[in-house]
């Protein structure tokens, strides 16, 4: 910075402090970008972007006077392998959740479901939206993807060093409904589950062997069945229910990684003659609408499913998206037919 460029620096600051224009003027840009460059907008070279930055702390310019961009369009991502009849009594809830929270902020939400080979960021571009939730699994690579865009983001039942976002409190959710089983006296308590590559799936899974450990309960791996790859819930769901009962000693209950695995599960043991809860207990998670409608009214872990699509709008509203910033939501043991004669 030359002398007169400092002595004008000095008297813009005597005067009240360094603008837009005078960043501009030293550095020989238009005040738009020097702009875009302060709200770290999309559209400059990263070389721009410092350059800009370089001359505004060099002339002493307030940071803390840029006004954080208002929120008006909002973009919802869910995951094509989650846009399914199975995983909709769960997605949908949260999808109804951001949308009442953005109508009360008059802010437009625009719904895609995407993946991988889907041209993401050019899909995204016709929505122009300020700023993304992803609901769901999305590949580490896909966010990469988006977040190259510049716009905040924030993760709904998924969880990412690196970005904000919003989970129920699945551990504790499969820590309880292993110890209700155990507590109703069940002593082989076998576990269904889905992808462990799943966040969610993940930690329902580490609840549930915390709750044998502090049971006194050797864990036995023949008792966990994961879903067979390549197929769809229903068809997945009942060969995994159909291992546990051909083992030489099946169980006497099991935990599924969510509801709809849940009923197939009770739907299975209902063809072979076993009665639930008597010969095996069953518990779900997620209490969808349909937990209700089995056989047996199935017992579950409740979520309140708006409310986590209310928190993901919340979370881009506080204006923290800067900052990782993780939110739990609490989950809740339902008690039903399913697990208590």
């Known amino acids: 910075m030359t002398a007169a460029t400092a002595n004008d620096a000095a008297r813009r600051t005597a005067q009240g402090g360094v603008t837009i224009r005078d960043i501009a003027r030293a550095a020989g840009v238009s005040a738009g970008t020097i702009s875009r460059a302060l709200k770290n907008e999309p559209g400059l070279t990263e070389v721009t972007r410092q350059m800009v930055l370089n001359t505004a702390r060099d002339l002493g310019y307030d940071f803390c006077k840029l006004r954080p961009k208002r929120l008006r369009r909002l973009t919802f991502l869910l995951h094509r392998q989650h846009n399914t009849a199975a995983s909709s009594p769960f ?12 109508r009360k902020q008059g802010i437009v939400l625009s719904f895609m479901a995407v993946g991988p080979a889907d041209g993401l960021v050019d899909q995204l571009r016709m929505h122009a939206p300020d700023a993304i939730v992803c609901a769901g ?21 998924m969880k990412l060093r690196g970005y904000s976002s919003v989970n129920p409190d699945n551990m504790m959710g499969g820590y309880l409904a292993t110890k209700h089983l155990i507590e109703r006296g069940r002593e082989r308590v076998g576990f269904i589950c889905g ?48 291992s546990l009962l051909a083992l030489p000693k099946p169980p006497d209950a099991v935990f599924c990684y969510n ?6 599960a009770m739907r299975c043991c209902l063809a072979r003659g076993l009665k639930v809860p008597h010969d095996v207990a069953i518990v779900g998670f997620d209490d ?54």
């Open 137 to 157: 699994f999305f590949e580490p690579e896909l966010l990469t993807a988006l977040r190259a865009t510049g716009k905040p983001i924030v993760l709904i039942d």
């Open 288 to 341: 969808i609408s349909t937990a209700v409608l089995g056989h047996r009214p199935l017992t579950t872990l409740r979520i309140n499913k708006k409310e986590l699509g209310a928190l993901g709008v919340e979370l881009l509203l506080s204006g923290r998206t800067d900052d990782v910033v993780e939110k739990v939501a609490p989950v809740e043991l339902v008690v039903r037919a399913s697990t208590v004669c």
């Open 91 to 102: 997605y949908s809830p949260v999808l109804h959740g951001a949308e009442e929270a953005c």
């Open 259 to 264: 509801d709809s695995a849940a009923l197939v």
């Open 195 to 242: 992808s462990l590559s799943h966040y969610s799936i993940r930690e329902r899974a580490r609840g549930y062997r915390q709750a044998l450990f502090d049971a006194g309960i050797l864990a036995d791996p023949r008792l966990e069945a994961p879903l067979p790859d390549g197929v769809d819930l229903e068809q997945g769901a009942w060969e995994a229910m159909e």
